[in-house]
């Protein structure tokens, strides 16, 4: 595994903790994007998220798939659960991680219960991604 593209539809919040998570834990060998069908701004509880494991990602912004480089990707991770995912249109090795979306509207609820959903979803996605660890000497 040379590169990995992180994919969801708004590329605001799991690919954007996705991309932080796996350039602290997978390290500089092994480039790591992404992106999202329908871009929109960077979620600041992703970033209140990653900030409280001393991630910084509050330079990342959303990126649209059609800016990717097809040939900069050797591994698609999709990361939508209960929306359509995007396509990325070349023959790669795919990955699914079906994790719910921390940013779904939920009422009137509490900052506090909302930035809980972001931190379930980085930590489901920062063990998916240690579960890559192996895959980086291949």
Known sequence: MKSILFLCVANSARSQMAEGLARQLLGPNIRIQSAGSQPAELNPLSVDAMAEIGID??????????????????????????EVCPVFPRKVHRLHWPIPDPAAAQGDEAHEDRLDRFRQARNQISERIKSLEPARNK
């Open 57 to 82: 990602i509050s330079d990342q912004y959303a990126k649209s798939v059609d800016t990717i480089d097809p040939d900069s990707v050797d591994t698609v991770v999709t990361l939508c659960a209960e």
